[in-house]
């Protein structure tokens, strides 16, 4: 069973940046693909971005393309947020998919992902 355990959320100005982290734990298997989703209230969780466990390569939604970093480093994951919007307001989640591993790509869809953390807030005042 892997868990994953976010921290570094809380509150920024616009313009700002803030660093999330993810430490997973109980992988017996090291061929996961990690991703960061995101969910304001009334809305439906969306990709933030994805990384390969192999290839380190990334996808990034358009909403934060440019702004926000992915990086995977042994057991951690990151997300590096930068120029923060009010709109990125959201509890953002850490997310672990071994569905196929092999794919060139990150899976970018929240069924695709098998374990998840319990999220961490970030709120991003004008």
């Known amino acids: 069973q892997v868990q994953l355990v976010e921290s570094g959320g809380g509150l920024a100005q616009a313009g700002g940046s803030l660093r999330l982290s993810c430490a997973a734990s109980?992988?017996?298997?090291?061929?996961?693909?990690m991703g960061w989703f995101r969910q304001a209230p009334g809305k439906e969780r969306e990709l933030v971005g994805c990384i390969k466990w192999n290839s380190g390569s990334t996808y990034y939604g358009d909403s934060v393309k440019g702004r926000f970093t992915i990086s995977n480093p042994k057991n951690m994951v990151y997300l590096q947020m930068n120029s923060l919007k009010p709109e990125d307001t959201a509890v953002y989640y850490c997310a672990a998919s071994i569905r196929d591993p092999y794919s060139t790509t990150c899976p970018t869809t929240a069924s695709s992902y098998n374990y998840w953390g319990a999220g961490t807030q970030v709120t991003v005042s004008s």
């Open positions: 109980g992988r017996t298997d090291s061929r996961y693909d």
